[in-house]
């Protein structure tokens, strides 16, 4: 009887999670036709992974959005693109199955966001890589505003303190509200009007929208 309930109970769930698809099948079908089905199956696995994690923790929700996006293959943006700095969407990222350093960042904030997770906690990160010589972007996550902040990369899959991070120096952090100048132990100094500077900002919350309609 107990064995039971407990499928019921299951059945019950996938239902549930059934009816409350991340990307709907208009998105699903326009992924397919412009990167084709391996991309599509990305997507799909996404979105089983994002209903499976709706009831989590903030801590596994990081964990797990983390990993995922940090099995696909770094590659410039000249190699995928041919253009000197191009932000792609999630749906190119995944699409392409491939991104720099930006387009990990902007494929995980999106989809923490969407997971619920406040965009006053998450932060893109430009910082400088020590061992590389080179300018590194991260997703930067502060539980509480002035906490040490963690840090979400593709160079280093774990995720830790970004006062563990001696390899990483930071240069400044931004969400869709403000630019800050960036420190270790939090964010920093705000800078006036950062946003209305950052344009590229701007033009990628417009491909979101046309792309995930």
């Known amino acids: 009887m107990r064995k039971k309930i407990v499928i019921f109970i299951t059945l019950i769930a996938l239902a549930l999670y059934a009816g409350q698809e991340f990307f709907t099948q208009e998105i699903l079908k326009k992924v397919e036709t412009k990167y084709g089905g391996a991309a599509k199956r990305r997507v799909e696995v996404l979105n089983t992974l994002m209903l499976s994690l709706q009831t989590s923790g903030e801590s596994e929700k990081l964990e797990k959005v983390n990993a995922f996006f940090n099995q696909m293959r770094f590659a410039s943006d000249e ?34 966001k969407q997971l619920g997770i406040s965009t006053d906690k998450l932060f893109f990160t430009y910082v400088k890589a020590i061992k590389y ?6 997703l930067t996550y502060f539980e509480t505003p002035t906490s040490v902040p963690l840090v979400l990369d593709n160079i280093n899959f774990k995720i830790l303190p970004a006062t ?10 931004f969400n869709g509200d403000a630019l800050y100048l960036a420190k270790q132990q939090g964010l920093g100094q705000v800078v006036p009007s950062g946003m209305q500077k950052n344009k590229k900002w701007f033009d990628l919350i417009d491909k979101i929208r046309r792309e995930e309609q």
């Open 164 to 173: 563990q991070r001696n390899d990483l120096v930071p240069v400044y952090s």
């Open 133 to 138: 010589q080179q300018a590194h972007m991260v």
């Open 79 to 112: 190699e995928i693109w041919h253009q000197k700095d191009y932000w792609a969407t999630r749906m190119e990222f995944i699409g392409m199955g491939a991104g720099d350093c930006e387009d990990f960042v902007i494929a995980k904030y999106f989809t923490l």
